[in-house]
């Protein structure tokens, strides 16, 4: 069996830019957030215009959001430690700061896939 190369996804967050077109039509990009004002947009996929175009390109913006909260639920729920049902934010003064809990991530994703 031959070597597996891992594909990654282009680097988050992924934004949407929406384009006026001539004759009323709304084409919609998703693209990379550049980093600063220097760091190019990265094309990721267009959506065209659509009765269903707002929120497949919410769904496609969110992809990545989506799969990194699945990846930390389905971790959490591997793990050995006893799994908190519900909000376990850590406000602590750890000198790390906040730390958002894999629920509030997945909400946010869900959220941020639903337009919301
Ligand atoms: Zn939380």
Same mark, same amino acid.
């Given at each position: 069996?031959?070597?597996?190369m891992e594909?990654?996804?282009?680097p988050?967050p992924w934004?949407?830019t929406?384009?006026?077109?001539?004759?009323?039509?709304? !084409?919609r990009?998703? +693209?990379?957030?550049?980093?600063?004002?220097? $760091?190019a947009?990265?094309?990721i996929?267009s959506v065209a215009?659509g009765p269903s175009?707002?929120?497949?390109a919410n769904l496609?913006a969110a992809a990545?959001?989506l799969?990194?909260a699945?990846?930390?639920?389905?971790?959490l729920m !591997?793990?050995e430690? +006893?799994?908190?049902v519900?909000?376990?934010? $850590?406000n602590t003064?750890?000198?790390?700061g906040?730390?958002?809990?894999?629920?509030?991530i997945?909400?946010?994703?869900?959220a941020?896939a639903?337009?919301k």
């Amino acid at each position: 069996m031959g070597t597996t190369m891992e594909k990654t996804h282009t680097p988050c967050p992924w934004a949407i830019t929406i384009a006026d077109r001539f004759g009323g039509r709304t !084409d919609r990009y998703i +693209e990379t957030r550049g980093s600063n004002s220097v $760091t190019a947009k990265e094309p990721i996929a267009s959506v065209a215009d659509g009765p269903s175009a707002e929120a497949n390109a919410n769904l496609i913006a969110a992809a990545p959001d989506l799969l990194a909260a699945c990846k930390s639920l389905v971790e959490l729920m !591997d793990s050995e430690d +006893e799994v908190v049902v519900g909000c376990h934010c $850590t406000n602590t003064d750890t000198g790390f700061g906040p730390m958002r809990c894999c629920w509030c991530i997945a909400k946010d994703a869900i959220a941020k896939a639903e337009g919301k």
